[in-house]
């Protein structure tokens, strides 16, 4: 099993700033791609941003130019550094990753629990 913990959500005003974390842990052979993605209230989630093991990133055009996304693959950590927010931006954030299992050597996609994101003044 892999467990995904998510971090970093909160209340900001317009123009601030947060950063989410998500570290995953548990029967990990290796890590394909790690993302996130959100979900307004009333909404379909949606792809924020999103990068492959060699590095290869992409955004949603609403993000692009504000949210920056990295990872660290020691700690199997993905990190979403989110600038110049706006209220738009207000939603739930779930991290995603693709993993291969120790037990299997099989592909499986993960979801954390998710991290409430508010920008209001």
């Known amino acids: 099993q892999v467990q995904l913990v998510e971090s970093g959500g909160g209340l900001v005003q317009p123009g601030g700033s947060l950063r989410l974390s998500c570290a995953a842990s548990?029967?990990?052979?290796?890590?394909?791609?790690m993302g996130w993605y959100r979900q307004a209230p009333g909404k379909q989630r949606e792809l924020v941003a999103h990068?492959?093991?060699?590095?290869?990133?992409n955004y949603a055009d609403s993000v692009k130019g504000r949210f920056t996304i990295s990872r660290d693959n020691a700690k199997n950590t993905v990190y979403l550094q989110m600038n110049s927010l706006k209220p738009e931006d207000t939603a739930v954030y779930y991290c995603?990753?693709?993993?291969?299992?120790?037990?299997?050597?099989?592909?499986?996609?993960?979801w954390g629990q998710g991290t409430q994101v508010t920008v209001s003044s």
């Open positions: 995603n990753t693709e993993v291969v299992v120790t037990t299997t050597l099989y592909l499986y996609d993960y």
């Open positions: 990068i492959r093991s060699g590095g290869n990133e």
């Open positions: 548990g029967s990990i052979f290796s890590i394909n791609s």
